[in-house]
């Protein structure tokens, strides 16, 4: 709407002589009172004081508002920082707990372990006993190599007399 109006005014200028231009004023009056003097509008003095206190205030809102701004942002650092910190922590603790729980198991089954196996006392008694064995295997041995020899150097006796008679 204000394009339009502008366009209307470009064109009037533009193509009308001066006398038959069309002023903003409708009444007559108005058009042709020429104006003396616009009357001059009285500014209060600001005092140096009040200026002064005013620029302070500013001044001083202006920073405490930047640094909250820079307060609340910090604080937004600080907090993810912490959360991550915190997430962190929890994946450490899930990794250290499921440490201990293998460590346990071992610890158990190693318990197991070294409640069914045998210990160097166990081995050593099982040594003497075996190494008795064996001995009392070898003079059996000996007794029965003995005992067959025997019976050989029968048996070779009688091959060497004439007349032998076997009975059985």
């Known amino acids: 709407m204000a394009s339009n109006s502008l366009r209307c005014l470009k064109l009037t200028r533009n193509t009308l002589p001066h006398s038959q231009r069309r002023f903003l004023t409708t009444s007559r009056s108005l058009r042709n009172e020429i104006p003396v003097g616009t009357p001059a509008i009285q500014k209060k003095p600001i005092g140096g004081l009040r ?80 190494k008795k064995l064996y001995d009392g295997l070898n003079v059996e041995f000996l007794d029965l190599r003995t005992y067959v020899w025997g019976i050989q150097q029968d048996v070779h006796s009688l091959t060497k007399k004439d007349s032998t008679t076997v009975r059985i």
Request: avoid cysteine; proline fraction near 0%.
């Open 51 to 130: 200026g002064g206190i005013v620029g302070f205030l500013f001044g001083f809102s202006l920073a405490s508002s930047f640094a909250a701004y820079q307060l609340l942002d910090e604080y937004k650092q600080a907090s993810a920082a912490l959360q991550a910190s915190v997430n962190e922590l929890k994946l450490s603790t899930e990794q250290v707990t499921t440490q201990v729980r293998r460590i346990e198991a071992v610890e158990k089954d190693l318990k197991a372990l070294s409640d069914a196996s045998a210990s160097k006392e166990d081995i050593s008694r099982v040594r003497s006993e075996m």
